[in-house]
């Protein structure tokens, strides 16, 4: 099959054939331009200096702009939504990339211009190049294209994507190796620099905690621990997008108060309300590139986003309310059932984000608490970048595109 719907020569690789069934059900036409309305300058420039991306530019130029410089070739860097932010390289593809309004503010994603590596990259979280005719639209069939997600090593959450995009000409399969090996480097710098906050952090709070009395943590903006007292030691406390200073209630620790300090929170633990005293979870999936769980209960509320390996054991677990062993999720995840350290790793992490909400032995949702799922409006987008079984089991079963 090809992009405008006939039969091609040769089938399509799984990924891009994934991504033109996308395009399709998004509306995007092969015979349609790339054009879109670009970012305002204020909003443009508001993007930029609140992504952590813009830590690690030099790192990016210097893997990848220079290099993309000689082969004729430009880098590009969008944020999570595909909008690009920064580009640079070689002057007279970044002419040639004006005329397909690949520039700064010009968006992406599979939704607005379908096939091409940064919003499948996207959509697949994973690195993907795309080479000429893959290209859903038949404008970017000249074009070959390299892109790999970033994520934030503090929370897990999608940064956006760098890209390295050309003439067809300049196709080389080690391009997308490059391009990979690009985005770690950048994740290991941004991790390196987490590593000397907490460091700075942990040296304020130390003293501060040895004048208090009953349990206290201090942690980062991202709940990752500095110091702690009169408690055992947790390696992350998972805070909420709408955190802030007062009383709040989490389920790891229970009721807490918190204070705000240069680079994170002093929280106090009261005692008041259990942690893990919730009687609902709601497990969002409805937007494909943002899973979230939203806990509550009596004692409060809570929610976060989720990394896509969790959100793929969630929702496992919700399908199999009876539970699922060890090898059953390794089974799901994986297609492998000898998988079964991995599997048990991956819930540890999980069991100590959502305390008290999971039971083992079988794996599964205590039976007090509700769980609601909520899926896309077309069940094949979900979790688009997951390949475990059972969440392609659910995209096959929702059935074909239509023609």
């Known amino acids: 099959m090809s992009a405008r719907g006939g039969r091609g020569p040769i089938a399509p690789r799984p990924v891009i054939s994934r991504s033109w069934q996308r395009a399709k059900r998004f509306g995007v036409h092969p015979e349609q331009g790339t054009d879109s309305i670009l970012l305002q300058p204020d909003e443009l420039e508001r993007r930029r200096t609140s992504t952590a991306l813009a ?3 030099p790192t990016l130029h210097g893997g990848l702009g220079t290099v993309a410089d000689a082969s004729l070739q430009i880098m590009v860097v969008t944020d999570p939504e595909g909008r690009v932010l920064w580009r640079a390289g070689n002057a007279g593809v970044l002419r040639r990339a004006d005329a397909i309004c690949l520039e700064e503010g010009a968006a992406w994603s599979e939704e607005s211009t379908g096939t091409n590596a940064i919003g499948t990259a996207l959509s697949a979280g994973a690195p993907v190049q795309v080479h000429s005719a893959e290209h859903f639209v038949r404008t970017l069939h000249d074009w070959t294209c390299a892109a790999a997600p970033v994520h934030d090593p503090r929370d897990g959450r999608l940064l956006g994507v760098i890209d390295v995009s050309g003439p067809d000409s300049t196709f080389h399969p080690a391009t997308l190796a490059l391009v990979e090996a690009v985005s770690r480097l950048a994740e290991s710098e941004l991790r390196t620099a987490h590593l000397r906050d907490i460091e700075r952090l942990r040296a304020v709070a130390a003293p501060l905690l040895c004048r208090l009395d009953g349990p206290a943590l201090v942690v980062d903006s991202h709940g990752w621990l ?19 200073a007062g009383r709040s209630w989490l389920p790891s620790l229970g009721t807490c108060v918190a204070e705000p300090m240069p680079g994170g929170w002093l929280l106090r633990v009261t005692g008041g309300g259990e942690p893990g005293s919730a009687g609902r979870v709601v497990l969002d999936l409805g937007e494909p590139r943002r899973p979230r769980v939203t806990v509550s209960g009596t004692a409060g509320s809570w929610d976060q986003d989720l990394s896509p390996r969790h959100a793929e054991l969630l929702y496992v677990l919700a399908v199999h309310r009876q539970g699922r062993s060890a090898a059953q999720l390794a089974v799901d995840l994986f297609g492998d059932p000898t998988r079964t350290v991995t599997v048990r790793a991956e819930l540890s992490r999980v069991r100590r984000r959502l305390v008290g909400l999971l039971d083992h032995r079988p794996y599964r ?14 069940p094949r987008d979900l979790l688009p970048h997951s390949a475990a079984p059972a969440v392609l089991g659910t995209r096959t079963a929702a059935g074909p595109p239509p023609p």
């Open 55 to 57: 830590d690690v530019l």
């Open 365 to 378: 949702f205590r039976e007090e608490v509700e769980v609601e799922v909520l899926l896309p409006d077309d």
């Open 226 to 244: 500095a110091a702690v007292t009169g408690m055992p030691p947790v390696d992350r406390v998972p805070l909420p997008d709408s955190f802030g």
